[in-house]
């Protein structure tokens, strides 16, 4: 079974849903989901538990948007984590400290999103750093400046018009849940249908043959790992808007969680395949996954033990996938 | 000492499509330096592999001291006595040199623990056998190649190895380095071990072997006594085949120079070359691996950095560039591993095919599939790939036609010169012929094609013009006219002097 038909990678959105390997995972969801409403029913099946896993697995969800697009080039991004942080506590300093509007304060911090992950595009092109190695420092890097910045303290009094980004809704959807369904759409159609969304699955099948091929390999490198931090800088913007609080201890471990849901929605660790809504799936079955935890009252230490080996279990079954293949 | 050491009795070996060694014998005497030469795919390595129990011989025999000798690893073989030597060598160049020499034999005290004093005690002693004089301790890294190759041989020596193989000894050494070489040939001859001395430089095999031996396209041609024969004699050998394959060559008119380049460096790889190659023309590079051929055009094309030297396409000079550069002017690559470097296997043909010219035909950055499918459908069309559908992954197609799909993607960057790098090279004959017919009605339309290869026939046929490279430097040109392998071959072997 092959993963990655081009068929899937660019037909119609509802007959790459069926045609495609995410068929299969979205399979999972729904079982897992039928499950849940078995033993528990209303708790989990209720209008409000649903939005709540809705609008909780969306901020996962942006983040395995973007961290699909660094995997799919081969690389990997582990700073996420500290972006999101980093770019949620800049937002709101701009903000609360430094009086400047809601769409300014909101633009810097995604500024800084798309600033580091060039940074982190950059060692990994330029001083070719291996992109592991790069992030493990600029993780530490861009959590250091968050807690710099704050000294340590979260930053409170945000205004409404901040808070609606995490807290609001849009014809009656959570923002977060339209902010992702919109990102999906957007970044799914950029790598199917667009010249430089063919050069990012090329550059993570084969670099060289692509550079012999034309592709500009590493400025398109670049232009991903930064485009994975404004993803980040998206997600923890929302989360600071939706706890009303900019923490500077914000999104750790969070990382994991997206590599997982990318992994799981069907890309390769070593590139070349992958997609937006194999992600977003993977991101929603690690979502319910949590929620059924919480409903299943499995105590909180138990959920960390469940949500390492799934993730384990995902990368491991993700090699089987090849050794398959290269039979 | 005329006693025989070994035999090889109608050895053969085939592997996937291609037969590498078609009934060969091959007999040495103890005490003895036995040359083994043939071009590039006669079969020597294959050859010697299998008595060094890298491969398995698929039929034939072999005996060893009178005695039939079955060689099922390496591991067989060096406790008959029998060991080689690789161009590569195959040290560890963080460990010492004492590390080395008994690697995998290691001396020890009891189970566990080193014996170091005995390691190094030995060690001494076939260190000095070889002349190697620098303390046993030494990393191998902090050794020049031709110490490393002094470490090789004491390593063999170590094993008691009876009959020793050196697989182009010579090709790193300088002059004075490879005398010292022939000296520890000469005392190892005078004890009683047996030489197999590969190389291509006659000069080198008339000084210091007994014998010689002939292999061409995996047959055995013949062995000769050194003393009885000459230089003339072995190229012939070597070479003779009948040319009955006929070439497609059309009669084109050959323009202006398309492609310039003048003095390129690039270290000590690619030696102040210069050449030019005109529209309608087929330039032929010969020479043999590692003559640093596929380097020029790597350079040409953008893919590895160069030192010095210009590059001019149709009148406009190339500085620092990137593929991407040289696609923009006109250049078009098709390089030696496919597989590797020419194409994305998990991606269909349509999508290999349109990658280099996406930017050109798409507007607006957008991907017309119908556009993609369009321009796909025409090279598969006009190239014959059997495949059965544009969506087709190529991983899956057949060697032939997924080197016609690397064709096929440049063809659709409608390039000035396109160069070829051993573009038959793993190729059924059909697909062959298919592809040296595609290269003649290019030229017809005014491209110039640069075509690398390693096989002279084919370079004979095909080509305008030939250059012959050697050591990094273009060592001479010739004309289609004028050409004939014992020309080109003897252009290779004189540069190598």
Sequence with gaps: MNQNTAKNREGGFFRSIVKSSSFGIIVILFAMCLIMTIAVGDKFLSQSNLLSVFRQFSFYGILAIGMCMVIITGGIDISVGSIFAL????????????????????????????????????CVTVLKL?????????????????????????IGSLPDSFKFIGLGYILNIPTPIVLMVILAIVVSLFLRKTIIGRWIYAIGGNEEGSRISGVRVDKIKRMVYSLNGVMAAVSGIATAARLGVGQSTAGQGYEMDAI???????????????????????????GVLRNALVLLSVSAYWQQTVIGSVIILAVALDNLRHLKKKR | MTEELLSMQDINKSFPGVKALDHVSLSLLRG?????????????????????????????????????????????????????????????????????????????????????????????????????????????????????????????????????????????????????????????????????FISHRLNELFEISDRITVLRDGSCIGTVVTKECTEDQLIQMMVGRELNDIYPKSKVEIGGPVLKVEHLNSGSVIRDVSFEVRSGEILGFAGLVGAGRSEVMRAVFGIDPYDSGEIVVDGKKLGRHEPIDAIRAGIGFVPEDR??????????????????????????????????????????????????????????????????VVIAKWLATHPKVLILDEPTRGIDVGAKKEIHALMSELTKSGVAIIMISSELPEVLGMSDRIVVMHGGRNCGELTRAEATQEKIMSIILNAGN
């Excluded at chain 2, 110490?147 to 004075?176: F, G, Y």
């Excluded at chain 2, 290999?352 to 035909?361: D, F, I, Q, V, Y």
């Design chain 2, 339 to 404: 597989k590797l470097m020419g194409l994305i296997l998990d991606m269909t043909v349509r999508e290999n095919t349109t990658l280099p010219c996406l930017r050109e035909e798409m507007h607006g950055g957008v991907i017309s599939r119908t556009r993609e499918k369009e321009i796909t459908e025409t090279y598969v069309r006009q190239l014959s790939i059997k495949t059965p559908g544009i969506e087709q992954h190529v991983v899956n197609l057949s060697g032939g036609n997924q080197q016609k």
């Design chain 1, 130 to 154: 291996p992109p592991m190695i790069t992030t493990l420092g600029s993780m530490s890097i861009a959590r250091g400046i968050a807690y710099t910045i704050t000294g340590g303290y979260p």
């Design chain 1, 260 to 286: 997982a849901a990318v992994v799981i929605g069907g890309a390769s660790l070593s590139g070349g395949s992958g997609g937006i809504l194999g992600a977003v799936v993977g991101a929603a079955i690690m």
């Design chain 1, 87 to 122: 770019s949620g506590v800049i937002a709101c300093m701009a903000i609360a400290k430094w009086g400047l509007s809601t769409p300014i304060g909101v633009l810097l911090g995604i500024l800084a999103g798309a600033l580091f992950g060039y940074f982190n595009g950059a």
């Design chain 2, 32 to 196: 003895e330096v036995h040359g083994l030469i043939g071009e590039n795919g006669a079969g020597k390595s294959t050859l010697m592999k299998i008595l060094s129990g890298v491969y398995q011989k698929d039929s034939g025999q072999i005996v060893w001291h009178g005695k039939p000798l079955e060689i099922h690893n390496t591991k067989e073989a060096t406790a008959a006595g029998i060991s080689i030597i690789y161009q590569e060598l195959n040290l560890m160049p963080n460990l010492s040199i004492q590390e080395n020499v008994f690697l995998g034999r290691e001396r020890s005290k009891g189970k566990f623990l080193v014996d170091f004093k005995k390691t190094q005690e030995e060690a001494l002693k076939y260190m000095d056998m070889v002349g190697l004089k620098v303390p046993p301790s030494t990393l191998v890294k902090d050794l020049s190649i031709a110490q490393r190759q002094m470490v090789e041989v004491a390593k063999a020596l170590s094993t008691n190895a009876q009959l020793i193989v050196m697989d182009e000894p010579t090709s790193s050494l300088t002059d004075r380095e490879t005398e010292i070489l022939m000296n520890v040939i000469r005392s190892l001859r005078a004890s009683g071990v047996t030489i197999v």
